[in-house]
């Protein structure tokens, strides 16, 4: 029963064209995240929802839009494809305001190629 | 946030037990101190959490001085299996949205 689900696992594209990549999760938590891992392996945070609002938002291209329809729901559509945005893109959800600082819950990742 | 430090990479074998350290000089008082693993083709996984002294888990156990300015994990008796990147994060536990900062993590290799 996968807590936080990712599709497609892979996806190969080319430059210029619009992709979706797709994520949930059955944790009940209110808030998701997109990160991106690059060839070097750096894992950066992109966007973060809570409640189907955004709260994060890093110093991504405006080619790079969220869309959160529910907060089980958090997608990231990417248009334009550019070579440098290969990567392995890793969603996440968390439900903050617990005890405990936020424990995160990464989802399998989508590896990204543009060719 | 506070920026952590920790060594590139580690190798082990099996049976060992394995102890990364990472440094935090500029943690602050709110800051919790956090411990992910993540293997290949995988993303992150949590490990442990601590904010002062000790703090033991069925994976790890995570050793915190009284000043804070660093933090051990300790994985007993490491397998192949532990083989995998490990990072060391440093943020806020009470801000609700925490913009978690990975840094380069240490790659721990266990060999037979």
């Known amino acids: 029963d996968t807590a936080v689900s990712q599709t497609p696992k892979y996806l190969v594209t080319q430059m210029g064209n619009d992709k979706s990549i797709k994520c949930e999760q059955n944790?009940?938590?209110?808030?998701m995240y997109w990160y991106k891992q690059d060839s070097k392996k750096f894992l950066k945070i992109m966007f973060s929802?809570?409640?189907?609002?955004?709260?994060i938002n890093e110093t991504v291209p405006n080619r790079f839009s969220p869309k959160s329809p529910d907060k089980a729901h958090l997608n990231l559509h990417i248009n334009s494809l550019e070579l440098g945005d290969s990567a392995v893109y890793f969603c996440?959800?968390?439900?903050?305001?617990?005890?405990?600082?936020?424990?995160?819950?990464f989802g399998p990742g989508t590896r990204l190629t543009v060719l | 946030l506070a920026k952590t430090t920790q060594p590139i990479s580690m190798d082990s074998y099996e049976g060992q037990e394995v102890n990364i350290t990472c440094s935090h000089n500029?943690?602050?008082?709110?800051?919790?101190i956090t411990w992910y693993q993540q293997f290949p083709s995988q993303g992150p996984r949590f490990i442990i959490q601590?904010?002062?002294t000790k703090v033991t888990n069925e994976v790890a156990s995570l050793f915190i001085p009284a000043d804070r300015k660093s933090s051990t994990l300790s994985l007993p008796r490491v397998s192949l299996s532990d083989t995998a990147v490990y990072y060391c994060?440093?943020?806020?536990?009470?801000?609700?949205?925490?913009?978690?900062?990975f840094g380069t993590g240490t790659r721990l290799l266990v060999s037979p």
């Open positions: 996440a959800s968390s439900q903050p305001g617990l005890a405990i600082a936020d424990t995160q819950y």
């Open positions: 944790l009940g938590h209110d808030t």
């Open positions: 929802y809570n409640n189907k609002e955004l709260i």
């Open positions: 500029n943690i602050a008082t709110n800051d919790y």
């Open positions: 601590g904010y002062k």
């Open positions: 994060l440093v943020g806020a536990g009470d801000t609700g949205f925490q913009k978690l900062v």
